[in-house]
């Protein structure tokens, strides 16, 4: 069964940067979709960033230009990095994976097998 295993989060001020990391178990190009979503204290899960099976990207309102979504296929790892950061930024992030996906599903955190554990990102004022 696919696993994912995130790393990266933690503690940053406004204006700076994180990388998130996504590692899979399994193969992920042409097989998987892979989603970033976040959600923040009382507050729904909230949608960041896609990267379809052919490698094609997809990002939540307002979070392009500021977040990019990339694979390594060789090393089956997604990455998210978020530069230009404010504290509305702060949530527990998720990846999520699923083979099934359609592109109008790709926003629906719901329509997602499998998930990471989460990571936490704080940014300060």
């Known amino acids: 069964q696919m696993q994912l295993v995130q790393s990266g989060g933690g503690l940053v001020q406004a204006g700076g940067s994180l990388r998130l990391s996504c590692a899979a178990s399994e193969r992920l190009a042409h097989r998987y979709v892979v989603g970033w979503f976040r959600q923040a204290s009382g507050k729904e899960r909230e949608f960041v960033a896609a990267?379809?099976?052919?490698?094609?990207?997809y990002y939540g309102d307002s979070l392009r230009g500021r977040f990019t979504i990339s694979r390594d296929s060789s090393k089956n790892k997604v990455d998210l990095q978020m530069n230009d950061l404010n504290p509305e930024d702060t949530a527990v992030y998720y990846c999520?994976?699923?083979?099934?996906?359609?592109?109008?599903?790709?926003?629906?955190?719901?329509?997602?097998?499998?998930w990471g554990q989460g990571t936490q990102v704080t940014v300060s004022s």
């Open positions: 999520a994976a699923d083979q099934r996906l359609i592109l109008s599903s790709y926003t629906q955190h719901t329509q997602y097998d499998y």
């Open positions: 990267i379809g099976r052919n490698g094609h990207t």
